[in-house]
């Protein structure tokens, strides 16, 4: 029977994963780094240091250079991004994820939100759905970041349900990965070419329902 929904972030609840992008392409630009959406799909659900790393791949190299730099690149990223998220509004949250979140909570599942990004509290306190969401992985205590099922499982643990009764909804490679590691079903939203790997992919979160995740279990 299914228990638990958990959801990932940015590009489900709300497009932040297009100011992510937005960030990342002005710091590539500058280090004249080749930078397109099309690369970009690698970065997300992937950790700020790491998303750095593959950008160096795709120029210099992620060994030219030190720890450092990196950071105070990857800090330089956060604040663009900061800048960029409070635009955020209620008026932000994806089709249909308003909908849905109330759906699950009247049809008495268990919520978590499993995002890498340590942003999280504070965009879902621009949306305004903390309420919904009976748990909230902390970014900075989960050890490695997707493709590694550790958020999803530091999420079902924390719900008390299992694997076999949950369901994640994600919208990156990356992140359906993850949830599968994790022995979860799995809601792709997006583009099916990068999500091969999900039970089932949505065009559209407007799709979401409570139907399409029992329908899994
Ligand atoms: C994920 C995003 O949710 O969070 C990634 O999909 C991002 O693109 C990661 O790199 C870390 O986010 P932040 O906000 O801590 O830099
Ligand atoms: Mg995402």
């Not at 942003?119 to 989960?142: C, E």
């Amino acid at each position: 029977m299914l228990k638990a929904v958990v959801f990932d972030l940015d590009g489900v609840i709300t497009d932040s994963a297009a100011y992510h992008y937005e960030a990342w392409k002005q710091i590539a630009d500058e280090m004249s780094i080749p930078f397109d959406k099309e690369y970009n799909e690698r970065l997300k659900g992937v950790s700020r240091l790491e998303s750095l790393n593959l950008i160096l791949d795709n120029g210099p190299g992620r060994d030219s250079m030190s720890d450092e730099e990196k950071e105070e690149i990857a800090t330089r990223k956060n604040e663009v991004y900061k800048e960029l998220i409070k635009k955020i509004t209620p008026k932000d949250l994806l089709p249909g994820i308003g909908e849905v979140l109330k759906a699950c909570k009247a049809g008495g599942l268990k919520t978590a939100l499993a995002s890498v990004s340590k942003n999280a509290p504070y965009i879902i306190d621009r949306l305004g759905v903390g309420k919904y969401f009976d748990y909230m992985a902390d970014a900075a205590k989960i050890e490695r970041s997707k493709p590694f099922p550790d958020i999803f499982l530091d999420c079902i643990h924390a719900l008390g349900v299992d694997p076999s009764e949950s369901v994640g909804v994600e919208d990156a490679e990356a992140g359906i990965a993850a949830i599968k590691a994790a022995g979860m079903k799995a809601v792709g939203v997006g583009s099916p070419e990068s999500m091969w790997q999900a039970d089932v992919v949505l065009s559209s979160t407007a799709e979401l329902s409570v139907e399409v995740f029992r329908k899994l279990i």
